[in-house]
């Protein structure tokens, strides 16, 4: 069932992206939520596309775009699908690229599968845990029927990336390029401190895991407030890639479908038994 669950998450979220490039290319409408967060038309055309995708799976899903459901009916949901159809939705706004779709299997707590789709660079990023982490460069009319694994992992690179670029860089850091705060400031520096030459990279939406899991990057801290579907999928690639994401405080590895949804502060490692430092 797993290769149907990798392949049916993968294609939902190559057809949500699909219509969130429709909706980028037009005068968009820009709507609040209650939250006072964006929304457009992307947003939920993305949902929309994914929920159709997943439902005959029989698999309960946690969206953004849907996360009115109690933690009372969730708390029984030993396995479930936690999507956000279109993370990043500021950097869509500001028209940068730097958003994602983001699909992820949960189990116990878990997540075990990760799929993030980058429209705008039509690059696609999926994993078993347990299984190992790809990065897949799709080209126009790219056909991904019959043996539906074994060609995909054909036209993938493995995760962790190897080449000069990647051992021939100082410490990296990775940041959100739309939420710095002096938490952030105050952890770079005090790497500065730890390893001297300290590099500090930004990028939105889950693509920040991606590095981390690619080695593009040592480090992700993100020391402020997220919810479980901008982490989930990431989480997986990464954990699959031989990385953690773990609590900043507790050192202890982030958990999903807890009652409530606002993730901790969190640090994405890109090896699994760094040190709590880094």
């Known amino acids: 069932m797993i290769e149907k669950y990798i392949q049916t998450a993968i294609k939902a979220a190559l057809k949500a992206g699909e219509a969130i490039l429709e909706v980028y290319a037009s005068d968009f409408v820009i709507e609040q939520k209650n939250d006072h967060s964006p929304l457009t038309l992307a947003d939920k055309s993305a949902h929309e596309i994914i929920k159709k995708a997943l439902l005959p799976l029989g698999i309960p899903i946690l969206s953004e775009e849907g996360r009115a459901i109690s933690f009372k009916e969730r708390r029984a949901w030993n396995t479930l699908w936690i999507v956000d159809p279109l993370d990043g939705t500021k950097e869509f ?6 958003f994602t779709v983001n699909i992820a299997l949960v ?3 878990c997540p075990v599968l990760g799929v993030i789709f980058v429209p705008v ?18 080209k126009p009319n790219d056909a991904l029927e019959g043996a539906f694994l074994e060609t995909l992992i054909n036209k993938s690179k493995r ?51 991606c590095r981390v899991a690619e080695s593009r990057a040592d480090i992700y801290p993100r020391l402020g407030p997220t919810m479980e579907w901008d982490t989930a999928a990431g989480q997986a690639i990464v954990e699959a890639s031989g990385g953690a994401v773990v609590e900043h405080d507790s050192n202890k590895v982030l958990r999903y479908n807890r009652a409530d949804l606002l993730n901790p502060s969190f640090v994405v490692k890109r090896h699994l038994y760094s040190s709590p430092a880094g």
């Not at 706004?93 to 730097?98: A, Q, S, T, V």
């Not at 039509?122 to 460069?137: F, K, M, Q």
């Open 159 to 209: 995760l962790p990336l190897s080449g000069r670029e990647i051992r021939n860089r100082p410490y990296t850091i990775i940041g959100s390029r739309s939420h710095a705060n002096p938490e952030l400031e105050a952890f770079v520096e005090k790497k500065r401190t730890q390893f001297g030459e300290v590099e500090f990279i930004s990028a939105g939406s889950s693509l920040k895991f």
């Open 107 to 109: 189990e116990n707590g």
């Open 93 to 98: 706004i500001k028209r940068n690229g730097e």
């Open 121 to 138: 660079m039509n690059t696609l990023y999926w994993a078993r845990v347990g299984a190992g982490a790809y990065r897949t460069e799709l």
